[in-house]
């Protein structure tokens, strides 16, 4: 059974950077492909950012490209958001999830068996 841990959020002002954490157990995090979606209130759960196995591809949802950054250390058996320019827009509960399988499509919600608990992350303007 994988387990997934968010940190990092928090609550700061438009223009600032967060860096959010996902530490995984319970299984060989060096096969999953990792992925970070969102949830503002009242909306449906958003796609962000993946990262497959190695770090060999990476996809972004078009309102954060440039702007954040995914990776991951296997050695640590943790993948990180790394978030600069911060907008209000971008206020929600942030969770990490896990796919098995490498080669689905990891932008989809329904492809990850296992998702962390979330950590909010709040921007004022």
Request: with cysteine; hydrophobic share 35%.
């Given at each position: 059974q994988v387990q997934l841990v968010e940190s990092g959020g928090g609550l700061v002002q438009?223009?600032?950077?967060?860096?959010?954490?996902?530490a995984a157990s319970g299984g060989t995090f060096s096969t999953y492909r990792m992925g970070w979606f969102r949830q503002a209130p009242g909306k449906e759960?958003?796609?962000?950012?993946?990262?497959?196995?190695?770090g060999g591809n990476i996809d972004y949802a078009v309102s954060v490209k440039g702007r954040f950054t995914i990776s991951r250390d296997n050695s640590k058996n943790t993948v990180y958001l790394q978030m600069n320019s911060l907008k209000p827009e971008d206020t929600a509960v942030?969770?990490?999830?896990a796919d098995?399988?490498?080669?689905r499509n990891g932008r989809y919600?329904?492809?990850?068996?296992?998702?962390?608990r979330g950590t909010q992350v709040t921007v004022s303007s």
């Open positions: 438009a223009g600032d950077s967060l860096r959010l954490s996902c759960r958003q796609f962000v950012a993946t990262i497959t196995s190695t942030y969770s990490c999830a098995l399988q490498n080669w919600p329904m492809n990850y068996p296992y998702w962390g």
